[in-house]
């Protein structure tokens, strides 16, 4: 079992950044591939980017790709979203997971954190 706690989340204007961390707690997260992905209002779950279990390769979807980047530390079983140029768009409520699959595919995430709250003004 592995449980995942996200941080960081808030309210931010147009342009500004955040920067999201995700605590695991459990197994040891390196046994682990792990995302980040997020949900808005009346909006399916959205894949936002996902690092390999050793950090080594990283995935990102068109719409952050250049924007936020995905890292991890294993020593401290701790995962980071770093958000830049953030849009209103990027609103919504964003989870860190971890599983046995490197994708972006959110089917292949069995550890699921509460989430926490991205609001971006314009």
């Known amino acids: 079992q592995v449980q995942l706690v996200e941080s960081g989340g808030g309210l931010v204007q147009a342009g500004g950044s955040l920067r999201l961390s995700c605590a695991a707690s459990g197994r040891a997260l390196s046994t682990y591939s792990t995302g980040w992905f997020r949900q808005a209002p009346g909006k399916e779950r959205e894949f936002v980017a996902a690092?390999?279990?050793?950090?080594?390769?990283?995935i990102y979807p068109d719409s952050v790709k250049g924007r936020f980047t995905i890292s991890r530390d294993n020593g401290l079983n701790m995962i980071y979203l770093q958000m830049n140029s953030l849009k209103p768009e990027d609103t919504a409520v964003y989870y860190c997971a971890a599983g046995r699959i490197y994708s972006g595919n959110s089917r292949d995430y069995v550890y699921w954190g509460q989430g926490t709250q991205v609001t971006v003004s314009s």
């Open positions: 690092i390999s279990d050793y950090g080594d390769s990283t």
